[in-house]
């Protein structure tokens, strides 16, 4: 398993971006597809936007057009832009890894992840 550390949360209003963060330890994270989920309050845990180990992604439709789901080998950090934020998009945001030997699967299940950050609050104010 690898360690992930997720950051980038806070308070914005709607209309505003923010871009999270997600620091994966460890030398194999070629090795992992990622994800992005959300929590809010009383809500189930949902998959936002998913990365393969290459380049295929997958997003909700709610995020579609908004949000942007990247990794950077170079520096073991996954990345999600989210833009034109609406307060629905309130939440506990997670980065989760999925160890696979699959190149192009995207788990989109959240036991099919490994791995979990500690999770960042993410506020879209009206």
């Known amino acids: 398993q690898v360690q992930l550390v997720d950051s980038g949360g806070g308070l914005v209003q709607a209309g505003g971006s923010l871009r999270l963060s997600c620091v994966v330890s460890g030398r194999t994270f070629s090795s992992y597809a990622m994800g992005w989920f959300r929590q809010a309050p009383g809500k189930e845990r949902d998959l936002v936007a998913a990365q393969s180990r290459g380049i295929n992604t997958y997003y909700a439709d709610s995020v579609k057009g908004r949000f942007t789901i990247s990794r950077d080998t170079a520096k073991n950090t996954v990345y999600l832009q989210m833009n034109s934020l609406k307060p629905e998009d309130t939440a506990v945001y997670y980065c989760?890894?999925?160890?696979?030997?699959?190149?192009?699967?995207?788990?989109?299940?959240?036991?099919?992840?490994?791995?979990w950050g500690q999770g960042t609050q993410v506020t879209v104010s009206s």
């Open positions: 989760a890894a999925a160890k696979t030997s699959a190149y192009y699967l995207i788990p989109r299940l959240g036991f099919e992840y490994d791995s």
